[in-house]
């Protein structure tokens, strides 16, 4: 009898204008051990180029081993992974070209900082990439102008004599300077003030709005996710259990909070409202855009 030949699985059709497409990823930690831990369950995703996508869950629920994907500090395991065309799911991935599209800060990426010089800092990744001293210092100089830092004060200073914020903004330059089309940011606003937060997320919708670049953001912040973000990724247990419009997602105040998840303040208000049937625009998801909007609507009716 003649032996039976192995199937190979036939690769995914990835959709057009597709950032990232996951189908069927799994990852388990200590495999073939009584520690194994299953990460991630069948995620299914697709993020198209542009988005701005908000990953929330519980702690171990997934969600970072998924960021840590895409860009293969994590390989894939099983199933099939692909960003930005790359099959990372093939043996002998691009890497290089790979983390220089990918751009990934982590939380508290100021502790990252070592360079003599916060020029030397933001350009270490383009000189390991192999760009020549003046170009990386023309695109160092870019990268610190888009975070708000003035090139000719800070390039010869120390990083470690800048303040928490400043720090943070040149970290975030490093990965900008290597002009990312994806965005990748696990709780970029960790540890920073009431402005520093503010002075963060502005910069990073700014990037999504004015240059294209597609964010994928892990935060633990509702009112930040609710704020800033186009669709939300709740993970569960390493599957993702919801994918929905922010507004959406947080009329669903039972399902989020018991997956000890907080519903954010403006969602909250905009719940209440509803229930006494005053349904204002989905768009309204700041303090100041609900303001408006409920102005506007009292405006309307004593008019």
């Not at 991630?40 to 519980?58: P, S, Y």
Request: aromatic share 6%; glycine share 6%.
């Amino acid at each position: 009898m003649p032996k039976s030949e192995k199937v190979t699985a036939p690769t995914p059709t990835v959709p057009q204008n597709a950032a990232i497409f996951a189908q069927n990823l799994n990852f388990i930690y200590n495999p073939k051990s009584g520690f194994a831990k299953h990460a991630l369950i069948n995620v299914d995703l697709t993020v198209c180029q542009g988005e701005f996508v908000a990953i929330v869950g519980h702690t171990g629920s997934g969600k970072t081993t998924f960021v840590q994907h895409l860009n293969a500090l994590i390989r894939v395991q099983s199933g099939y992974l692909n960003v930005l065309g790359q099959d990372l799911s093939a043996k002998k991935p691009d890497l290089k070209l790979l983390r220089r599209q990918v751009g990934m800060v982590f939380q508290y990426p100021e502790y990252q900082l070592f360079a003599d010089t916060v020029l030397a800092d933001v350009c270490f990744g383009l000189k390991n990439f192999g760009i020549d001293k003046d170009e990386r210092e023309n695109m160092a100089r870019e990268a610190l102008e888009l975070v708000g830092l003035d090139f000719a004060k800070v390039k010869d200073k120390s990083p470690f004599d800048l303040s928490g914020g400043e720090k943070r903004r040149v970290a975030l330059a490093g990965v900008l300077a290597m002009k990312p089309k994806i965005l990748v940011l696990d709780e970029p606003t960790a540890g920073l003030d009431p402005r520093g937060k503010s002075e963060i997320l502005t910069l990073v919708k700014k990037l999504n709005q004015t240059e294209g670049v597609t964010v994928l953001m892990v935060s633990h912040d509702m009112n930040e996710v609710y704020e800033n973000a186009n669709r939300i990724l709740v993970f569960r247990d390493g599957a993702i259990a919801f994918d929905l419009p922010p507004r959406d997602l947080f009329r669903m105040e039972e399902e989020i909070e018991s997956m000890n998840l907080e519903v954010p303040a403006v969602a909250a208000f905009c719940n209440e409202l509803e229930r006494r049937g005053i349904v204002l625009p989905k768009e309204c998801r700041t303090v100041d855009e609900t303001l408006a909007a409920v102005v506007a609507l009292k405006e309307a009716r004593d008019a």
